[in-house]
């Protein structure tokens, strides 16, 4: 009976179902893109940057909401009064988005001459193409690499053996040393494209919109402070009788939290942690009213413009699904990973 309501409203409406609307013109400009896009593309091609926009925004607020909810959620349980007490009031006090205007741009924040910060977003310097700066790009992502793989074989060593071989200053050279080294070997360039005030807006370098700066701090902040609460519970799930035998065995503070006290937690923390990594993405929908190019903003001039209701919105609850699925499968996977073996 529903799907014969539905077909039959939408055929004395002379409404078209289905989803050929896509390869159409989509006829609208989407004014933050991170692939090429102009009206004359289609309206899938659209979605597409929506669906980016929104992978984007999520990835860079989970990663921010994790790193400062769990810097607070430590700090809350540290023996220093002033410190515990400032991590408690950012998580009883954030609970919305405070923002303050930004100011114009010829009274923009600026950082040296390097970046500047007004109500046209955030433009900073940005090296110019030359065979040296790729080079040191791709050396600092194999650098990475051989990071995590020096850690991984360093952890596996102390498993095996008890000796505990470097990690921080062994990755710090990897980091520094091996892309210095290639753009010292691609020539060592040093031009730069800053940015230069211009008439009512700054010209060259590279930008990020107010728009998404104002989205990503905005969920960034206000999830940290759900996160801390979760990763402050963790920590206190550990029995102290943990903390107490780290010490005796002589682990300085940051190692008993590293190697003793967050192990043990994060089987407390990582289901709680996931539903907010969740809330987070389904959150970032909001960028609908403050003007970002989201999934949902992408979708919502769709359907004025084509009447193509049922399917935007079944693209909606699609892409949101499929997400929340890979969100809850990486963290399952994960959980796994750091579960304790016991006997």
């Known amino acids: 009976m529903l799907v014969a309501n539905t077909l039959y409203n939408l055929s004395t409406r002379q ?71 400032l991590a408690s009031a950012y998580v009883e ?53 051989l990071a995590l793989a020096w850690r991984a074989l360093a952890s596996r060593r102390q498993r095996a053996t008890g000796a505990q071989w470097p990690v921080l200053w062994p990755s710090l050279g990897l980091l520094l040393l091996l892309p210095v080294g290639a753009w010292l070997a691609g020539g060592a360039p040093t031009q730069v494209d800053l940015p230069r005030l211009g008439g009512f807006d700054f010209r060259g370098g590279r930008s990020l919109s107010p728009e998404f700066i104002a989205l990503l701090v905005g969920l960034s902040t206000y999830t940290a402070a759900f996160i801390a609460e979760v990763v402050r519970g963790g920590i206190l799930s550990v029995p102290r009788g943990q903390a107490e035998a780290a ?71 699609a892409v949101y699904l499929a997400i929340s699925l890979a969100i809850s499968l990486m963290m399952n996977w994960y959980a796994a990973r750091t579960r304790l073996v016991e006997r």
């Open 247 to 317: 010490m005796a065995l002589g682990l300085k503070p940051g190692q008993r939290l590293r190697l003793v006290t967050m192990p043990q937690a994060l089987r407390v923390i990582i289901p709680p942690l996931t539903s907010q990594y969740l809330n987070l993405t389904k959150n970032s929908s909001l960028a609908v009213a403050i003007g970002y190019p989201d999934l949902v903003a992408v979708a919502n001039t769709t359907m004025n413009q084509t009447g193509q209701a049922i399917e935007a919105i079944a693209i909606l609850m």
């Open 93 to 145: 006090f954030v609970r919305n988005v405070i923002t303050e205007l930004l100011p114009p741009v010829r009274e923009a924040i600026a950082f040296g001459d390097l970046v500047f910060l007004s109500q046209r977003g955030l433009r900073y310097a940005w090296p110019q193409a030359a065979p040296g700066w790729s080079a040191a790009g791709w050396a600092f992502a194999a650098a990475v690499v």
């Open 15 to 85: 409404i078209q179902v289905g989803f050929g609307f896509l390869s159409r013109e989509a006829g609208f400009e989407i004014a933050e893109s991170p692939i090429v896009f102009d009206p004359s593309n289609s309206y899938g091609r659209a979605f597409l940057v929506g669906l980016l926009n929104t992978l984007r925004i999520s990835a860079l607020g989970i990663v921010g909401a994790t790193l400062l909810g769990t810097l607070i959620g430590i700090a809350r349980l540290s023996s220093n009064w002033l410190v515990a007490r």
